[in-house]
């Protein structure tokens, strides 16, 4: 196994978790389950950092998660760029 292949599941499950933490923002009754508390814990603070850059349009409509998939995504293709 290759150190690019690791640094790119580590990145796929954690756009995997953001994506289950954006959805479960949509259920508020899924909030008390303990695999949310989870994936709150670790996405949260990388998501309030693009909530502070890109606060919600009109007070509710928060788009700053697709500016995180970008910087994820940018992440990674940097990564995978100095270790290839």
Do not use: C, K, Q
């Amino acid at each position: 196994m290759s150190l690019s292949y690791i640094i790119h599941v580590v990145f796929v499950a954690y756009t995997i978790l953001l994506f289950v933490r954006i959805i479960s923002s949509w259920f508020p009754e899924w909030r008390s389950h303990h695999l949310i508390h989870f994936v709150s814990f670790y996405t949260d603070p990388y998501l309030n950092f693009f909530r502070r850059l890109l606060p919600p349009l009109g007070g509710v409509l928060d788009v700053s998660p697709i500016l995180a998939f970008f910087a994820l995504r940018f992440l990674e293709i940097i990564l995978l760029g100095i270790v290839r």
